[in-house]
């Protein structure tokens, strides 16, 4: 009976079932929402793999596997589940994120998420449309794809005369994407970008079931999910399955990717898992990991998510054997400019570090009272961030702390110490990651590589004073899944038209110069409209982070 009914919707010329969007994919074939007020048709809750296996790889999707069949069509009206995380860190009462949409949380989640104009309102010309995928954020550790909403960009998209398809999807976070020691098999290090790749292959082959053109797919993220796109373009998958990207707030390096081993040395990620399960962490502790019931393991693993000094939590991504997605240091093959040559948008905002040094420095009371004092605090945040087994010298803290922070250009709180930390945070972990991406571009690919930089220099309204245009602020902008700013913002509708237009063309447009050695030119996006300046401030900072050898010593080598 249900077959026959979706064959009647299939055919009618017209009436309501005209309006129900329908699309076969390898995945089967899923029945949408046609949402009439906005003219929009969306899908949720597609599978893009099969079902997760604990620390296994993705698997490509088939009909036997599955035991369904096309004519057995499910519908996409809700979230698939979201893969399991902590909940959402809060600074100051600003979440990291947006309000996630899926029902629960289970290890089975790899489901994606589309948004498209309704059939109807795209001209024969027009069939073939771009696609937006979107890679969500959360540090590798919380997030999914239901945060997002792709129903503001695409309504705009369809206003401008520049339609195109936005998509997102859930990836494994934490210790069940990014499991890290010696004794994990190389095929099932780094599980939460081979989920990426897998979700990237699956747009591509459906991409015409929805209208899509597979060859004008851009890949798009912010934090985590713009350290994700670089990881895209340092190491490529063998089918190329998008032609540019957008890179917010995160490279390769703004997150340590340290040898997979160093999750083993006493107090490390895995010894401490394996001490807390009693699998321990030596020859057959991953196979005691991977059969633990679920409810078992995993309120002993998030207790790993309590790393030492306060730090982010433990599980991101590391550099594994030969035969791992990740077989050489990020920092090695930026470098060496091995990665893709793409058009890329890349950028920071203004004050990135501010939310996530978060405001321990703040409430510290009494303050301290002398630069001396402060430099101890300084240089053991500094120290934190080195993940090798060599200690950061005494001469290279002492440069950095004493010389080249001794003062700051960006003052956001009464506190000298608060001011000094995040602008050292948003110079180490983004701003001199950034550029060394850069000057690696423009060197190895005598200026042929579409660049264009930005940095974001709008704080919120929601956001207090002290915490400036912080990470995340420029997410507020774009309507995706933040509160919405204001619907009369003209920052809102640049930045949502700069996306549009490099989506559809793989350029922003004219008015946006490249970013060359002739002219490092940078777009300031800000409310009053945007304007232009050269990538040279606070040069002598990031240009001594950038020094390969003092890069050995924070670990970026190994």
């Excluded at 590798?140 to 997102?168: C, D, H, Q």
């Excluded at 897998?198 to 985590?224: C, H, V, Y």
């Excluded at 950095?400 to 180490?428: K, M």
């Excluded at 237009?501 to 409310?527: C, H």
Aim: net charge negative; aromatic share 10%.
């Amino acid at each position: 009976m249900f077959s026959l009914l979706l064959a009647l919707i299939i055919l009618l010329p017209g009436g309501v079932f005209a309006k129900t969007p329908i699309a076969n994919t390898s995945s089967g074939t899923y029945i949408g929402l046609h949402d009439a007020q906005n003219r929009i048709d969306v899908y949720k809750g597609m599978r893009y793999a099969g079902p997760a296996q604990r620390f296994a790889p993705p698997t490509p999707m088939s009909m036997t596997s599955l035991n369904v069949s096309f004519v057995e069509a499910k519908d996409a009206l809700e979230f698939g589940d979201d893969c399991p995380q902590p909940p959402i860190l809060v600074t100051a009462g600003i979440p990291w994120g947006p309000p996630l949409g899926g029902r629960k949380q289970n290890e089975d989640c790899l489901f994606i998420n589309l948004w498209r104009p309704a059939a109807d309102n795209i001209t024969p010309q027009r069939k073939k449309l771009p696609i937006l995928v979107y890679i969500h954020g959360g540090g590798y550790f919380f997030g999914a794809g239901s945060e997002w909403n792709g129903t503001a960009l695409v309504r705009r998209s369809m206003a401008i005369g520049k339609p195109f398809i936005f998509v997102t999807f859930n990836y494994r976070l934490g210790v069940l994407g990014f499991l890290g020691s010696a004794q994990v098999p190389a095929e099932a290090l780094n599980i939460g970008l081979q989920d990426q790749r897998a979700a990237l292959r699956w747009i591509q082959d459906n991409a015409e079931a929805f209208g899509g053109d597979p060859s004008k797919i851009t890949i798009a993220g912010e934090s985590a999910g713009g350290n994700s796109v670089h990881m895209h373009l340092l190491y490529p998958d063998s089918k190329k399955t998008f032609r540019g990207a957008i890179s917010s707030s995160c490279t390769a390096l703004c997150s340590a990717t340290p040898a997979c081993e160093w999750h083993d040395r006493p107090g490390g990620a895995y010894n401490m898992l394996g001490n807390l399960t009693g699998c321990g962490s030596e020859v057959g502790s991953f196979e005691c990991l991977r059969n633990l019931p679920f409810d078992t393991f995993w309120p002993l693993a998030l207790q790993t998510y309590r790393s030492p000094g306060g730090g982010f939590p433990p599980w991101v991504t590391c550099k594994g054997p030969p035969g791992s997605l990740i077989d050489e240091y990020p920092a090695q093959k930026v470098v060496a400019g091995d990665f893709l040559d793409v058009p890329l948008i890349t950028g920071t905002t203004k004050n990135e570090g501010n939310l996530l040094i978060g405001t321990a420095f703040l409430e510290l009371n009494p303050q301290p009272t002398t630069a001396d004092e402060e430099n101890v605090y300084l240089k053991a945040f500094l120290a934190s961030q080195a993940t090798n087994s060599k200690n950061i010298s005494q001469e290279t803290l002492d440069k950095i702390v004493v010389d080249l922070y001794s003062s700051v250009t960006e003052i956001n709180s009464n506190s000298s110490l608060y001011n000094r930390a995040t602008q050292l945070a948003t110079e180490y972990a983004f701003l001199a990651p950034q550029r060394l991406f850069l000057e690696a571009a423009l060197a190895k690919r005598k200026g042929r590589q579409n660049l264009w930089v930005y940095e974001f220099d709008q704080r919120p309204p929601v956001f207090p004073d002290f915490l400036g245009a912080s990470h995340t602020a420029d997410l507020y902008y774009l309507d995706m899944g933040f509160p919405e700013v204001s619907p009369r913002s003209q920052l809102v509708l640049q930045m949502q038209d700069l996306y549009i237009s490099f989506v559809n063309k793989a350029d922003p447009g004219a008015l946006w110069p490249r970013y060359t050695d002739e002219a490092k030119i940078v777009m300031d996006l800000a409310e009053g409209g945007a304007g232009f300046s050269v990538d040279v401030e606070r040069r002598k900072q990031t240009d001594f982070f950038n020094r390969v050898e003092v890069m050995e010593e924070f670990g970026r080598f190994g």
